[in-house]
């Protein structure tokens, strides 16, 4: 009987420049990047992943840093905000975090717990949530203090021409139940509510349809514990009536892919085998991992990818 979700698996995104990127989420924001290899798919484009020590589930966003892609439109049919978690009363500690390097912020109320929101340097709408219940750890090797650490996901805000379709598909394949509502926003959860428990839908009725492209979300995935369970979620995707994808094998999690009523593209990621399945714990993120079928590719491959740096002298390519 396990056919609920347990919440938000990750988030992939499109990017511009890798460094613009890394300077953002991982020297400002604090995260941890946790892998670099390539887009399965278009394999002379990096898949960066950032999360917390191990990227656990439920704090990775990954990027595809397209350097000539199209710029994107954050509109109806997709991710409009990504919402991250730190403790309570961390927000001033991050507005002037983040207003020191010349990002502008709003302070936000969402259903009585303040937000900080910001655009990254693509464009890409962040949020940073107080949670006073997120007993999850932060990376304690950040360059932010560990009593404002982002310790993963909070939420993630779909933006939607209608929510009913949208709302009773999510409640009939995923689990989510309906906890709260106002005028412009209905949120969902599933377990307690928690935060990355949490999904809100946005209806705006006359925002035009998102153009995919650097600076908007590709897709947000959520959490199948098991590869059985990620049968289970896909066969109740069937029987509601969408059309899910066979499963795929991406290497640090299976994934199935599909699109709601509301046309947000979702994914059925596993929790196993996880970021540590081809790199050590403590130097995960510091070389660039390929797939077994890509590896006999490797030089021709570094010689296309862009050139970036860590903070500590790490180079990409090597």
Known sequence: MQQKTSGIHHITAMSGHPQRNLDFYHTLLGLRLVKVTVNQDDPETYHLYYGTEVGAPGSLITFFPWMNARKGYIGAGQVGVTAYSIPKGSLAYWKERVEAKGYHTATEDRFGEQSLLLADPDGILVELTESATDNRQPWLASHVPAEHGIRGFHRADLVLKETDPTLQALQTVFGYEEVSRTEDRIRLA??????????????????????????????????????????????RAIEYGLRPTEVIDRMYFKSVYLREPGHVLFEIATDAPGMTIDEPRESLGEKLMLTPWLEANRAVLEESLVRFELPNGVKFPS
């Open 190 to 235: 599933v377990g307690e509510g928690k935060a990355n428990e949490v999904i809100d839908l946005i209806q705006l009725p006359g925002r035009p349809n998102g153009v995919t492209g650097s600076g908007s979300v590709h897709h947000i995935a959520i959490r199948a514990e098991t590869d059985e369970h990620e049968k289970q979620l896909r066969a």
